[in-house]
């Protein structure tokens, strides 16, 4: 769920619009989450003990190991300069677990199709990915000839993507240990995507280490906002965050296949198989929103999937559009990428919310471009030298127009679709 790129997307979903209540921390404790490395800890791909960031011990077990190359870069290195939070920045998500408990319960859900859940759980058992992620010695020197501007914004890929895959970590383990008792079989998917997520998360913060950085994903863990989502929501949320994910990593791994010649960075080529990993979670969320039918079939259900993709697609149109010189420097056209992504996430979509946008209607890139030269102007007014008081004067009408065009992109007319009969929810890899 990062902009740079984002298997789980959810952490990047437009939440503010929706937020009802926050549990943790300041925000302002955010500076001190990214860091050279602590002596002597790198993260790994594999798993099995706990996790030491910060000389404290983290309640999330996955995934670190001493690594020598961590222990080699522990001296002499600077502080990254730190990203401000934002409506774009990557979040971390809560949710009403009671309301999670009674959603699952098979003796008030009669929905609940355990043959479907057993048969999902035996694709997560199987666990495809288990030795994928197992670095080598190209990446550490793929980084250093990184260097410029491109180096800086290979870093805030890592970084957020990192932040969007741990975001997604902890929730889907806070839902697999409340569900334990409920309904063991989705606990245990659950558990077994944050697994998942677990080793995508230390991926790319393994990546940060041959940038000689790394985040503190433990200080992360307690320091972080987290952005409440009612039950309905976050299954909304994830499934677009899983989907959107999928097709981002895809593209992604298809365009440097064809085009080598841009492959910068070797992460890229572990794509094709941790795209997979996205797509499951994907297809488990699609089984479980088929189980609630009443957050599928009513006007209401059409209003928020509208809202939810739409909360989506331009949260990653304009992350993307903020960082074109990463998808330039690897070659993609970065207006085009996104739109490839969001008219084949939005199709994926259509199976299965009972309504979609009408993202194919040129109208709909036409005011997304609008969004964009709008947030252009923002960010250039924050970074203007006029007194606060001006900023916030010229910022109004600016705010008003982006208003305007995302109330205009909710309004256009939608495509209907949803068809629970045809979903095919077994597990598929889709290329
Ligand atoms: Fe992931
Ligand atoms: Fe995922």
């Given at each position: 769920m990062a902009s740079g790129i984002a298997p789980c997307y959810v952490s990047n979903v437009v939440s503010p619009l929706l937020a009802s209540k926050e549990a943790a921390?300041?925000?302002?404790?955010?500076?001190?989450?990214?860091?050279?490395?602590?002596?002597g800890l790198g993260f790994a791909a594999r798993t099995r003990s706990c996790f030491r960031i910060g000389q404290k011990y983290s309640t999330a077990r996955f995934s670190v190991v001493m690594s020598a190359e961590a222990v080699k870069e522990k001296a002499g290195k600077a502080p990254k300069e730190v990203p401000k939070e934002s409506l774009l920045t990557p979040r971390f998500y809560t949710t009403d677990f009671e309301e999670m408990e009674k959603l699952f319960n098979k003796d008030i859900n009669k929905n609940l199709n355990e043959a479907e859940f057993e048969a999902l759980l035996a694709e997560f058992r199987a666990?495809?990915?288990?030795?994928?992620f197992v670095r080598n010695a190209e990446f550490k020197a793929a980084a250093e000839k990184l260097q410029g501007p491109l180096r800086q914004i290979f870093v805030e890929f890592l970084e957020r993507s990192c932040t969007a895959e741990f975001s997604g970590f902890l929730l889907y383990k806070e839902l697999g240990r409340r569900l334990k008792k409920t309904n063991p079989a989705v606990a245990e998917i659950f558990t077994l995507m944050s697994r998942d997520e677990a080793r995508h998360a230390g991926f790319l913060n393994k990546g940060l280490s041959d940038f000689n950085l790394a985040l503190d994903l433990g200080f992360l863990t307690k320091a972080r906002k987290y952005t409440f989502f009612k039950p309905q929501f976050i299954f909304y949320a994830t499934y677009l965050s899983e989907k959107i994910g999928y097709w981002r990593y895809i593209t992604i791994y298809r365009h440097l296949k064809a085009n080598?010649?841009?492959?910068?960075?070797?992460?890229?080529?572990?794509f094709e198989n941790w795209c997979q990993d996205e797509n499951r979670h994907g297809d488990f969320f699609s089984a479980l929103l088929k189980a609630q039918p009443q957050f599928l079939n009513d006007w209401k259900a059409k209003l928020w999937s509208r809202f939810f993709c739409l909360s989506v697609y331009v949260t990653m149109y304009l992350n993307d559009c903020q960082r074109s010189a990463f998808y330039e420097g690897i070659g993609l056209n970065t207006k085009e990428f996104d739109m490839h992504v969001i008219i084949e996430t939005n199709r994926t979509t259509g199976r299965i919310f009972p309504a979609v946008l009408d993202?194919?209607?040129p109208i709909f890139k036409e005011k997304l471009d609008h969004l964009v030269e709008l947030n252009e102007k923002l960010a250039a007014i924050s970074k203007s030298t006029v007194p606060p008081t001006l900023k916030n004067l010229q910022r109004i009408p600016v705010i008003s127009a982006m208003i305007s065009e995302l109330l205009a992109l909710y309004f256009m007319p939608p495509v209907e679709s949803g068809s629970l009969d045809y979903?095919?929810?077994?597990p598929q890899v889709v290329y």
């Open positions: 921390a300041s925000s302002s404790a955010l500076s001190s989450a990214i860091s050279a490395p602590p002596p666990d495809y990915n288990q030795t994928h080598p010649d841009y492959q910068l960075y070797p992460i890229f080529k572990y993202v194919e209607n979903v095919d929810f077994e």
